[in-house]
């Protein structure tokens, strides 16, 4: 069952033409990975759904209500009160607060830490445990991995019935790699949806149980992630790389 579904959608920036008819079905509970070159649309297409910028032309539906298009264009804060969370690749934490203030920041239900989820934190802790440690550290001195934790634990410290996360491993080590894929395997046990954007082939294959690979503003495939994970004709063709070689 499809819990987010792009038909036709168009998407300009200014004076640019960035999605050129975008279809793109997001089965409910699954993860969704969003593949292609570097300035394929990924991004845009992110943003989109969440609103940041408009759809020229086409329709964005989540749970079958118009949220993106001339049928509805939803301004993001509506968006996001309908379960949408968003990470984008620059991880958008703010520096000058503690983790604590961070995620007290996004947990909306919540005017004072005591007010939060205590089960809901201690789970995001079991998954993110350097976020317990540093608990009243500046966020802006976190380490890269750490501060990725930061922001995809802050999209999920209430719960969201689709979360949109971009590049989450870019830049990062191996091992805090490694970490960051068993957090989001936990993630996926809960059946949470999820639409992620991602380069590094390994963390697709291990995550991805659909796949849709965009080109010059366009889904050019879309399938189970198996299939393109195990064809290396159809990574050459679509990726121009094997993904045995990300391994």
Request: aromatic share 6%.
């Amino acid at each position: 069952m499809s819990l987010l579904t792009l038909q036709g959608v168009h998407t300009h920036i200014g004076a640019y033409h960035i999605l050129h008819g975008v279809d793109l079905t997001v089965p409910a509970g699954q993860v969704t990975m969003l593949l292609g070159r570097n300035g394929a649309g990924k991004t845009t297409t992110l943003r989109t759904i969440m609103g940041l910028w408009a759809t020229s032309q086409g329709e964005v539906r989540f749970d079958d209500q118009p949220i993106g298009g001339k049928a509805g264009q939803r301004a993001t804060p509506d968006i996001a009160q309908l379960g949408i969370a968003y990470v984008p690749e620059n991880m958008g934490i703010f520096g000058d607060l503690t983790v604590r203030e961070n995620l007290l920041l996004a947990a909306r239900k919540a005017r004072s830490v005591e007010q939060m989820d205590t089960a809901r934190l201690e789970w995001l802790f079991g998954l993110f445990p350097a976020l317990k440690k540093f608990w009243l550290y500046p966020a802006g001195k976190l380490s890269g991995g750490q501060k990725q934790m930061l922001a995809i634990a802050r999209a999920m410290v209430e719960e969201q019935r689709l979360l949109l996360i971009d590049e989450p491993s870019k830049g990062l080590a191996p091992a805090i790699v490694q970490n960051l894929i068993a957090a989001l395997r936990e993630l996926k046990s809960t059946k949470t949806t999820v639409l992620l954007v991602e380069q590094n082939f390994a963390v697709a294959k291990a995550l991805g149980d659909r796949v849709a690979v965009m080109d010059d503003g366009r889904v050019v495939h879309a399938g189970p992630m198996a299939e393109l994970a195990e064809d290396e004709s159809l990574q050459q063709k679509f990726l121009g790389l094997s993904l045995g070689a990300h391994q």
